[in-house]
């Protein structure tokens, strides 16, 4: 897809990855970015970067009516950037269940939410992208992350699953797979798990820039980073060493 002159909506826009997506879709020369967050106040120092081309919007994943009323409020989005999401540390086994079905809730319902709302946005207004920002972790289960992976793994299939419905409608449908990255979420995992530490840590620039390299390039799976493509590679050729290397983490 063509990134110069698109319209975007970026959800999860406030920091990390989302923030940084915001800015290499302005560097690469788009109309308009709708940045969204749960908080529109939080938006501002984004809006701030560049306010004739970026608008707020309220997203909240857990609740429709944001979500309805953004398609409303978007309704010329081309390139929809699903990277809003939550997370939960814990053994399943052991963890609060509530908090499990939070993470699932958040993470593939309300993406799903999303997708529902603009998939008719962007196929009136001539066709487009969808961009489902995933995970490494879909491939395998982290035992201390909870029902992250699990929700990732979900949100993995979901991918897929809409890719042949939505391509008639000239909407293209792209995974990205980050591994570990340096974003306040990451920070958090390692105040509960230290072995993360061990592992190198991309930028959320270079996430970004290697998204958008992506989608112009009409790949389907993205890993956007060192140690995800490292991942990538292996999950094409080995998928239970995939499966053996992220459970032992």
């Given at each position: ?25 302005l ?10 967050a ?11 970067g560049?306010?004739?081309r ?27 950037v ?27 319902l ?64 792209h ?75």
């Open positions: 897809m063509d990134i110069e002159g698109s319209v975007v909506l970026v959800t999860g826009a406030n920091r990390g990855i989302g923030r940084a997506l915001v800015d290499a879709f560097a690469r020369g788009a109309a308009r970015v709708y940045a969204a749960r908080n529109p106040a939080s938006l501002d120092p984004v809006v701030a560049d306010p004739a970026v608008v707020p919007v309220e997203v909240d994943l857990s609740a429709p009516d944001t979500i309805a009323a953004a398609a409303t409020t978007a309704a010329d989005v081309t390139l929809l699903n990277n809003a999401g939550s997370h939960g540390m814990g053994h399943l086994l052991d963890m609060d269940l509530a908090l499990v079905e939070e993470v699932m809730r958040t993470n593939y309300g993406t799903l939410r999303v997708l529902r709302a603009f998939a008719p946005v962007i196929e009136g207004n001539g066709g487009g992208a969808v961009v489902n920002v995933i995970s490494i972790g879909a491939f395998g289960g982290t035992p201390s992350l909870g029902g992250y992976p699990a929700s990732k793994a979900a949100l993995h299939s979901l991918t897929q699953a809409v890719r042949p419905d939505l391509a008639p409608r000239g909407i293209s449908v995974g990205v797979f980050p591994g570990p990255v340096d974003t306040d979420m990451f920070d958090d995992v390692l105040g509960h798990e230290p072995v993360f530490g061990e592992f190198p840590r991309a930028t959320a620039a270079e996430v970004a820039r290697a998204t958008l390299d992506g989608i112009a390039a009409d790949a389907e799976d993205i890993f956007p980073d060192s140690f995800a493509a490292e991942v990538g590679e292996m999950w094409r050729v080995d998928p239970k060493g995939v499966e053996r290397r992220l459970s032992g983490i």
